[in-house]
């Protein structure tokens, strides 16, 4: 909550798996990215591995 650079973070982590971003929107507590659903479980997967793996 509040953390500055998630949402680079995400954005890195899903352009380094080719996952096209349509839209995103954040508040202080939450940020939603829309992706094509034949990209879901490529961006679930960057993602993971992007903030559980490394943590």
């Not at 650079?5 to 080719?18: D, E, F, P, S």
């Not at 096209?20 to 997967?45: C, G, M, R």
Request: proline share 2%.
């Amino acid at each position: 909550m509040g953390t500055p650079g998630i949402t680079a973070k995400m954005v890195q982590a899903l352009a380094q798996n080719r996952v096209k971003i349509l839209q995103t929107t954040d508040s202080y507590t939450t940020i939603w990215v829309l992706v094509h659903e034949d990209q879901l479980v490529a961006a679930v997967n960057a993602l993971h591995d992007s903030f559980l793996v490394e943590a």
